[in-house]
């Protein structure tokens, strides 16, 4: 059983840049489809981003789409959230998720698919 760990948060400017990365608390990541969520206090959690195993299929939500890059180490370390254009609205806690798959091709978008789950890490960005 995986435990995920999420670093980089932290508070920005609006308009500015932040690279969120997740990573397994032991060993890699080379087994896992992984995906960032984030939650906004009162609102329902939100997909953001999705990568395949291989690195290969990436899907964006259309709120992020053109703004945040999802990737991949090659060494399946991490996998990181570029965050940039950051507005007031994208302030939340960022969830990485990970579910373990023998497709190296799939991702998922639901909550519901992803069995492991990191503790969040804040991203505050000021207007």
């Known amino acids: 059983q995986v435990q995920l760990v999420e670093s980089g948060g932290g508070l920005v400017q609006a308009g500015g840049s932040l690279k969120l990365s997740c990573a397994a608390s032991?060993?890699?990541?080379?087994?896992?489809?992984v995906g960032w969520f984030r939650q906004a206090p009162g609102k329902e959690r939100e997909f953001l981003a999705a990568?395949?195993?291989?690195?290969?299929?990436?899907y964006y939500a259309d709120s992020v789409k053109g703004r945040f890059t999802i990737s991949r180490d090659s060494a399946d370390i991490t996998v990181d959230l570029q965050m940039n254009s950051l507005k007031p609205e994208d302030t939340a806690v960022y969830y990485c998720?990970?579910?373990?798959?023998?497709?190296?091709?799939?991702?998922?978008?639901?909550?519901?698919?992803?069995?492991?789950w990191g503790q969040g890490t804040q991203v505050t960005v000021s207007s």
């Open positions: 032991a060993g890699t990541l080379s087994r896992y489809a």
């Open positions: 998720a990970g579910e373990s798959t023998y497709s190296r091709s799939h991702y998922y978008i639901q909550t519901a698919e992803y069995d492991y």
């Open positions: 990568i395949s195993r291989n690195g290969g299929n990436r």
